[in-house]
């Protein structure tokens, strides 16, 4: 898969992706930002720069999988059920990618070379797997996990890398060979029918204590083959449980006239599409009110400031009127009008599938 640097280099320009150094290596990390998760601008180069590692003289130094999408976002005729399918146990970690460092092998984070994940996974891997040896042109993908990380799955006093592909590096498809890896590796099986229900195909237990799968169809025959992903209900639920997130945080934030994507950082897909709804539905409202109370007064002219209170006083924004007349902010005034009423916490509309 060649991408276009040239539109590559705009998209980190205008903040779609991100684009770390290395500390002391010719190194570059790149990550598509919560602004592209919430626009959301998905195009080539964006669902490629999702943890690629480029070297300074041009080279892909290790390429993970591309962005891909919950289940349900995708049309039946999109999904290849008529033939085998790989299903994957989704874990809940952080994905760890191996680069070279100049001193060995390293892990990173999605986009970072630096944060406390890509730390950890790098002790992990030079502690317990210092005689792992990589085979050439592959990317090492692995699930950093470790107590301090949980995030909803309690994985006990676990503290792994757990293999989850291996990529040929130049073309991005999974390789299909032994990949020399001796430590955890995720669970993987293939159905090889048409499933009535696919939820239930896959996960007849009901287990607990789990994320999701990642479904993986060999298809398309050439470039990273097509991937989705499937996350159980109860795992949704325990999520919003342990974020918290809900209709005053995001009220708050629009109030404080901050972008929306910087609360977006650490939470889910499941959660941009609420939260967007929440955000424009606000923002809105607060444009409609604004521009009736200007229509309303400013058109007229008083004779004294009695006069104008008497007028305002019977009009529909009579605190945001007078706050214009008198010059005075009235921005908050609008946004205490807008408060969302208790904590109208997140609402995931298909959760066994998000």
Known sequence: MQLDWTEVAR?????????????TEPLTIYNYTAKCQYAPL???ETRHCRGLIVHDDGRIVARPFPKFFNFEEHSRSEIAFSKPFTVAEKIDGSLGVLYPDGDGWAIASRGSF?????????AILRERHSDFRPFDGLT???????PENRIVVDYGKRRELV??????????????GPSGWHGAKAECFTVDCRPRNVLDEIHPSGRSNAEGYVLRFDWPKTGPQFRCKI??????????????????????????????????????DEFYAWVREIDTGLRRQFAEIEAEAKAALFPHS?????????????????????????????????????????????????????
């Not at 630096?114 to 996974?121: D, E, K, N, R």
């Not at 090492?140 to 470790?146: A, C, D, G, P, V």
């Not at 919003?240 to 404080?256: F, K, P, Q, S, Y």
């Open 114 to 122: 630096t944060s406390p994940q890509a730390q950890h996974g790098t």
């Open 140 to 146: 090492y993908l692995f699930e950093i996990i470790y």
């Open 42 to 44: 998905w195009t080539p």
């Open 163 to 176: 293999l989850l592909a291996v990529i040929e590096t130049a073309t991005g498809r999974d390789f299909a």
């Open 11 to 23: 998209l980190v320009a205008e903040g779609y992706i991100s684009a770390r150094r290395h500390p």
């Open 302 to 354: 008083f004779v004294d400031r009695k006069e104008a209170a008497l007028w305002i006083t019977k009009q529909k924004h009579p605190a945001v009127m007078f706050s214009m007349l008198d010059g005075k902010d009235y921005a908050s005034i609008i946004w205490k009008q807008l408060k969302p009423e208790g904590g109208v916490t997140f609402r995931c509309t298909n959760e066994a599938t998000s």
């Open 231 to 268: 996350k159980l209900a109860e795992y949704v639920r325990l999520h919003r449980l342990l974020t918290g997130l809900n209709a005053r945080d995001v009220w708050e934030n629009a109030m404080a006239g901050k972008a929306v994507e910087a609360m977006l950082e650490d939470v889910p």
